[in-house]
């Protein structure tokens, strides 16, 4: 059985590199924890996405987030990613149902609307950088572009596509992303824009009918020789645990926690992958002991 992986490579004699990625399961595995609806899974599905293909350039424990904060009725979609090819994400409004456009796509760019992209660095010494640009369109991967592009200053082409089935299941996710390297000539620029734009096909269709993910790219890239440097598995993982929750629980304060017990119980949800914990009396009490005076 195929699984979700990230390919990293080289084409046109070393003069581009390319990242490729599957991620048709940890899309799915995103859509069934959120209960979305298809517009909100193409949405965080090519974010997350995204967000995978640029972490894989990131080093050790480093991680990076994406924050779409769009005026569109999702109301924003987050997405978190690291090196290990680990994904996690959600969007605001995870029911939001638009009309299909006139081409029958989803209508991802109204769903997400425009507003600002928020990319934030966490790098190994605990250290957080983020940059922020305008969107482009909302259809995602023109607004890594754009970010790509304003913010690093690297040129650079990408895909990000999102099949939902009619009974809501991701029939395929994928993306791509190439950048010519020092000493490309604009001949090789125009070779991977032509290459991008002859795709008659979605990659999200096209990763569905693959096979493998070499499949996919030997269609996508045509006629032009590829070379595969690396391969990492990917998968949706979110680090929230009980301890987790318990700190954040523990930060928000006495008073707060005090007003939990009343109700006997509390149950904490985790944004990123909607895991439920709960809290007993008993457990509930003991953190309040390990609170701080106020
Ligand atoms: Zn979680």
Same mark, same amino acid.
């Given at each position: ?6 390919? !990293? ?97 989803? @209508? ?79 001949? @090789? ?13 979605? !990659? ?8 493998? !993910? ?32 318990? @700190? ?8 707060? !926690? ?23 009396? @008993? ?12």
């Amino acid at each position: 059985m195929q699984h979700d992986e990230l390919l !990293i490579g080289t084409m046109l004699e070393g003069k581009a590199r390319w990242v490729a990625v599957r991620t048709t399961d940890t899309v799915e595995e995103a859509r069934r924890r959120h209960g979305m609806s298809p517009v909100a899974t193409a949405a965080l599905g090519r974010l997350m996405t995204g967000t995978l293909i640029l972490a894989s350039s990131l080093k050790g424990d480093e991680s990076i987030t994406l924050r779409l904060l769009g005026d569109g009725p999702l109301q924003g979609v987050v997405a978190v990613g690291n090196a290990q090819g680990e994904v996690r994400g959600y969007v605001q409004e995870p029911l939001v149902d638009l009309p299909l456009k006139d081409s029958g796509k989803l @209508d991802v760019g109204s769903a997400v609307g425009l507003g600002e992209l928020a990319v934030s660095r966490s790098l190994q010494n605990g250290e957080v950088y983020t940059g922020m640009v305008p969107m482009v369109s909302g259809e995602i991967a023109e607004d890594l572009v754009h970010y790509l592009l304003t913010s690093e200053q690297i040129p650079s082409a990408m895909l990000l596509g999102v099949l939902v089935e009619k009974d809501y299941h991701v029939a395929g996710a994928a993306g791509l992303l190439i950048q010519p390297l020092p000493g490309a000539t604009e001949g @090789d620029i125009q070779a991977i824009e032509s290459l991008l734009g002859q795709l008659g096909v979605g !990659i999200s269709e096209l990763v569905a009918q693959s096979q493998s !993910i070499e499949e996919m790219l030997d269609q996508l890239m045509g006629q032009l020789p590829y070379h595969v440097l690396e391969r990492r598995m990917v998968e949706f993982s979110c680090n929230c645990s009980k301890e987790r929750l318990s @700190d954040t629980l523990i930060s928000i304060g006495k008073k707060e !926690i005090a007003n939990l017990i009343t109700d006997g119980k509390a149950e904490m949800v985790c944004h990123f992958c909607n895991e439920h914990y709960q809290f007993t009396l @008993d457990e509930l009490e003991e953190l309040w002991g390990r609170c701080g005076m106020e």
